[in-house]
């Protein structure tokens, strides 16, 4: 299934595979080329990057593999993130981890992305964190800088609060077409800190990181836990991860989930995910469970 996330942005698979652990996959080249068409072939053609995967290693690697049959590149889209500086032995001049969203920092890191990735652009590119020295005047005209030379398609940012995202927003003439956040069963700010709001305001489908709650939906013997396999089983034997997964994309605001396996089954299953369909009293039994009480 493919969602177009913005009014004037790009359309990209519902189902995004994450890169932040490349590195621990030990894939060759050749594995990781045959993954993509994998996930491609899935319907699963967007892949989500940023600079500091993997010590800043990730993105070479990916690079290498799409290398090895440039014609992928039109198949698929690639997203980056950029703006946060890590103290690692690929950054020796990093000595404390900060953030930096200065004009040079973004050209330089949107640059080194495109050589790692061996492409001539970025479909998107997302500001990782909101910087406390950020200046949304230079970060504006730096982002529209980089569409209008072509490097970029399209822009948005990570992790921004409503009223950071709007002005940034105020500072542009081209539209911020998501923000990438965190929501789950696990986490349910969204719902409730005006992100979810904003996005039904802005027309934009915001990108989701750790819909799986970074794994603590596992954990057994959780109020939690026993509701989504009670639902799992009134949806015919759905799997923990798959009720999940659908949990958070039954919201209205159509997010796209970003995952972060580099197993086909899961991808799979994921991919399943997307034909489950609960009634609203399902979808707030589950909700009853992750927040520990009844809606007021």
Known sequence: MMLQI????PIFSRLIPGLMRLNQWQMSAGDLLEWVKAAADMGLTTFDH????????NEARFGEALALDPSMREKIQLVSKCGIQLFSENRPQTIVKHYNTSREHIVASAERSLQNLQTDYLDLLLIHRPDQLMNPVE????????VK??????????????SQFETLQNMMNIPLVTNQVEFSVNYLDPLTDGTFDQAFRYHYAPMI?????????????TPLYDMLRQVGDELGGKGV???????????PVNVLPVLGTGKLERLQAAVDALQIQMDRQQWFRIWQAAAGHEIA
Do not use: C
């Not at 940023?50 to 290693?57: E, L, S, W």
């Open 50 to 57: 940023a600079d500091i995967y993997g010590g800043y290693t």
């Open 6 to 9: 913005h009014p004037e942005g």
């Open 139 to 146: 970060v504006g005209n730096t982002l529209q800088e980089l």
């Open 209 to 221: 990181w750790s819909p799986l709650g970074g794994g603590r939906i596992f954990q057994p013997d």
């Open 149 to 162: 030379a072509g490097k970029v398609r399209y822009v948005g940012v990570s992790n921004f609060t409503p």
């Open 241 to 251: 991860d798959q009720v999940a997964l659908a949990w958070t994309m039954q919201h």
